[in-house]
């Protein structure tokens, strides 16, 4: 199952990329013939803040984000394995709050119009707590993961090892 969400989430990170593109190419082409399309620009800016989270929960996933380990790297591997889950605990509580303060914001600007576009400022502000929903279930698999092989001494809730490497990943 979190296979296909992995895959669904990708097909629609992929769509809306697709269609950022479309519309900054219209509205540039459009804007060249004298004939502006106004609400591109918002309809772009408001798909590339959905675009952003649908890429955070995926390079969550996939272990993909930046991370300095100058100091961490010296650990020996149990306890940087305990380290990473003390880390995930404290960020899964920041996304915690941040949802919640998110569907606040939400529920508060659902009467506030975005820009030229007509549709209600909630279809912004509702990507943070949808996003942090899915980060935090990136979050969980990857612990869970982890959890389950502990014992190898090389699994790692954010670092990549060989066996993360050794299996590609399908879309």
């Keep these: 199952m979190l296979k296909r969400l992995a895959q669904l989430e990708f097909a629609i990170a992929a769509l809306l990329l697709g269609i950022i593109v479309v519309l900054v190419f219209l509205a540039a082409i459009m804007r060249f013939f004298g ?20 890429g955070a929960a995926r390079a969550m996933r996939e272990k993909g984000h930046l991370g300095i380990d100058l100091l961490i790297r010296w650990l020996k591997p149990r ?12 960020i899964l509580v920041f996304l915690g ?21 007509g549709l209600s400022y909630a279809w912004v502000t509702s990507a943070v707590p949808v996003g ?14 982890t959890w389950r092989r502990r014992d190898d ?19």
């Design 153 to 171: 001494g090389r699994t790692l809730v954010y670092s990549r090892t060989e066996t993360d490497f050794s299996t590609p990943t399908e879309l």
């Design 79 to 90: 306890q940087r394995l305990w380290l990473e889950y003390v880390m995930s605990l404290i």
């Design 132 to 145: 942090c929903l899915m980060i935090g279930v990136a979050l969980l698999t990857n612990m869970v993961r």
């Design 35 to 54: 004939y502006p399309l106004i609400w591109s620009v918002d309809m772009a800016q408001l798909l590339f803040i959905w675009l952003c989270f649908f």
């Design 97 to 117: 709050f941040l949802a919640i303060e998110g569907y606040r914001l939400t529920v508060l600007n659902s009467q506030r119009l975005f820009g030229d576009s």
